[in-house]
DNA sequence: AAATATGTGTACTATATACTACACATGACA
DNA sequence: TGTCATGTGTAGTATATAGTACACATATTT
């Protein structure tokens, strides 16, 4: 599923109980052009800038990081996050490419936790 | 430090022992316009793209994350690790922003060594 | 039936990114 | 002293990114 079909499909579902999640009315909320947002949610375009996709998983109750990820694109935090010691996250990171989902959460609830 | 600086420092003190570090020879074997390179050193211009990076990383001996952090670039290969798994590795990172370097690379070890 | 709202086609635009090509003055060296 | 290499100034280019503006046909609402 592409990030297009992704909010079209979910802005959608919104509007079917309140119809103020249409096309016009959510670009305008997120402060794009209405036939902007249509053209990117028929992937007629490239999917639109962090700011807009942030904005847009605002308004559709997505989770930002998931919407970024299906554009192509990793969180401006985050890679602020790895540059700032980038062998020690390089490193980390390409450690865990193969870990299983479990040993990832585990080891983020551990230091959520202190337990280190 | 500026990328720039940090490239004509180390290609410099490269070129006292091997006059085949000049600005012309590094450029050609990189694959750039001598001017190009001289430009980037000088901070005239914008460092140059991931793939030219990891060029000027190998030809001068240096960590190919650290200049792309220089240059406020991350690894493709980690955003791309990154995008597959955006929650876990949203979550995880944030989770390390303020951790001590000494826990990133005990985990790291740890990952590595199986030990989860 | 008239007014209003909706989705979308077409045509642009502005800025950033990532360079090349050429010329030229200066310095090294044979 | 002539040649060759060196660093750099100026000008230009191609492609990508991130959109706007307007018009128009088709619903929907009043």
Redesign the pocket.
């Known amino acids: 599923m592409t990030f297009g079909e992704y909010i079209?499909e979910h802005r959608?579902a919104l509007?079917e109980q309140d119809?103020?999640f249409?096309?016009?009315?959510?670009?305008q909320r997120i402060?794009?052009?209405?036939?902007?947002?249509?053209?990117i949610?028929?992937g007629?375009?490239?999917?639109?800038?962090?700011?807009?996709i942030r904005a847009l998983a605002e308004e559709l109750g997505e989770d930002p990081d998931v919407l970024l990820a299906m554009a192509g694109k990793v969180s401006s935090d985050l890679q602020e996050i790895i540059r700032k010691r980038p062998q020690l996250f390089a490193d980390l990171i390409r450690q865990l490419k193969s870990a299983p989902d479990h040993a990832i959460l585990r080891i983020a609830r551990d230091v959520r936790d202190g337990d280190w």
Not at 45 to 50: I, K, L, R
């Open positions: 079209r959608e509007k119809r103020r249409s096309v016009r009315q959510v670009a402060g794009v052009e209405p036939a902007y947002l249509s053209k949610e028929r007629d375009v490239a999917p639109p800038s962090e700011a807009k």
